[in-house]
């Protein structure tokens, strides 16, 4: 019997066929037992080595993650899977939502040394201690659609660039892949000129209002201020619904992984989560 946090049929079914069978052990492992393996450590946050038997050998599930996560599977399967709900209209381009959420991380993701303490793997201080940050970008419809991972010391706007550039979904025929929204609805932390100019640029319309020193700045020097469509910034709380989903996984309302590239991976499963039906 199937349990909650284990692929259904349909799901399995779709995304199959872009995962390599690779060495997965003597005897060979069933790719589904694995994958549902690795859905039980993020959906729990438990330990490798705790992994129930009923998934096969903890080392077997764990060197298959580490395997796919550093040839690019889990980003290949949620392009693939948003490539399909795409083809099919479920990604609601009207607007997207941009926000960041911080991770406390645990202490046994603070071991990775490289040059520094925890140089490139995306931890940072914070008033809440050693935390990560996921900054993502989800449609309409609170579906993730990309995200960048910083320290919990980086500054949201920042990031928003890097953010809007990796939204990329491919088209099921020829042509190029949907980049743009028609709308960006995002909070006061991301009021700045860099970012209204970067969208203008795009041509994609901003939702975004203005902190009070900004506008008492624009009042003093005679500038009309800018204005925000309130009937789809109130749709900004569809991106809060999505940290609230992904955060479900306890893998990712605490950071346990010391490295960056295994707690991206982790994201980037949850994020396909969410996609599959």
Not at 23 to 52: C, E, F, H, Y
Not at 99 to 115: F, L
Request: hydrophobic share 35%; charged share 30%; proline share 5%.
């Amino acid at each position: 019997m199937a349990r909650r946090h284990e692929l259904a049929d349909e799901s399995w079914e779709l995304i199959a066929p872009l995962l390599a069978p690779g060495r997965m052990g003597r005897p060979v492992r069933d790719r589904r037992q694995v994958v549902n393996g690795i859905l039980w450590k993020l959906s729990t946050g438990a330990a490798w080595r705790d992994l129930p038997e009923r998934y096969g050998p903890w080392k077997t599930v764990y060197e298959r993650f580490r395997h796919w996560s550093a040839d690019g599977t889990w980003d290949r399967l949620l392009a693939h899977v948003q490539q399909h709900s795409d083809a099919v209209g479920t990604v609601d381009w009207s607007i997207v939502c941009v926000d960041s959420t911080t991770v406390r991380a645990h202490q046994h993701a603070a071991g990775a040394r490289k040059g520094g303490p925890w140089e490139g793997e995306a931890l940072g201080r914070s008033r809440g201690g050693l935390t990560s940050k996921m900054h993502l970008a989800c449609d309409g419809q609170g579906h993730p659609l990309t995200f960048t991972l910083t320290g919990g010391n980086i500054n949201d706007c920042t990031q928003f660039e890097a953010v809007m550039e990796r939204i990329r979904i491919a088209r099921p025929g020829p042509g190029r892949p949907r980049t743009r929204p028609d709308r960006v609805v995002a909070d006061k932390g991301y009021s700045a000129r860099k970012i209204r100019s970067y969208l203008r640029r795009r041509g994609i319309a901003a939702a975004i209002p203005e902190r009070i020193d900004q506008i008492n700045g624009r009042i003093r020097r005679g500038e009309a201020l800018c204005r925000l469509d309130r009937a789809a910034y109130r749709r900004r709380n569809v991106v809060e619904r999505c940290f609230s989903r992904l955060k479900q996984n306890r893998a990712l309302a605490t950071r346990y992984d010391k490295r960056a590239a295994h707690f991206h991976a982790m994201v980037t499963l949850a994020c396909l989560r969410l996609w599959l039906p």
